[in-house]
């Protein structure tokens, strides 16, 4: 039953019409992210705050987004619960690749890629193992969902 009322709910949130609803709801979440240092999270399913520059505004723009570890670097999935659209954090970060993550308390400049034909499938099937709602997000949707690896840049000095 749990499991139905998410799909439900996800699936009425990736319609165009409640765009501002869901960025609402991400304003929110990466409010209460920073007000806690992170814990306002689900355990279950870490949680970090990606800031990428838009492309058109080339102002700051914050999405909280689910990820793994892969060695030092953070995967994701542009998966917009399974919109046939991109999401327009992706754009932006496919526009410009530099991004800063927040991690618990941790800022960390990265650079992001699209994770090549090789690496993709591995770390497709970790995300979805660690998040199971990718499954039902790649049915509906004709794009294959972008994954996304964050590799932390090393300052100079």
Same mark, same amino acid.
């Given at each position: 039953?749990?499991s ?5 709910? &996800?699936?009425?949130?990736?319609r165009p ?5 869901t960025?609402?709801? &991400? &304003?929110?979440?990466?409010?209460? =992210?920073? #007000?806690?240092?992170?814990?306002a999270?689900?355990q279950k399913?870490p949680?970090? #705050? ?11 723009r914050?999405?909280? *987004? $689910? =990820? $793994?570890r892969?060695?030092?670097?953070? *995967? $994701?999935a542009?998966?917009y619960?399974?919109?046939?659209t991109?999401?327009v954090?992706w754009?932006?970060?496919?526009d410009?690749?530099q991004?800063?993550?927040l991690v618990g308390?941790?800022? $960390?400049?990265?650079?992001?890629a ?12 970790r995300?979805v193992e660690? =998040?199971?709602?990718?499954?039902? =997000?790649?049915?509906r949707t004709?794009?294959q969902?972008?994954v996304?690896?964050?590799t932390?840049q090393r300052?100079?000095g």
């Amino acid at each position: 039953m749990g499991s139905q009322l998410f799909n439900a709910a &996800s699936d009425v949130l990736r319609r165009p019409a409640m765009r501002p609803v869901t960025r609402a709801f &991400s &304003s929110m979440h990466a409010a209460a =992210y920073r #007000l806690t240092g992170g814990r306002a999270q689900n355990q279950k399913y870490p949680t970090m #705050l990606l800031t990428v520059t838009g492309r058109k505004t080339g102002k700051p723009r914050t999405v909280p *987004v $689910i =990820y $793994i570890r892969d060695g030092d670097r953070f *995967v $994701i999935a542009a998966a917009y619960s399974g919109s046939d659209t991109d999401p327009v954090w992706w754009r932006n970060l496919h526009d410009n690749p530099q991004a800063e993550l927040l991690v618990g308390g941790e800022h $960390i400049q990265v650079q992001a890629a699209r994770a090549d034909a090789d690496e993709r499938p591995e770390l497709w099937r970790r995300l979805v193992e660690m =998040y199971p709602y990718f499954t039902e =997000y790649q049915r509906r949707t004709t794009r294959q969902i972008p994954v996304i690896v964050l590799t932390p840049q090393r300052s100079a000095g």
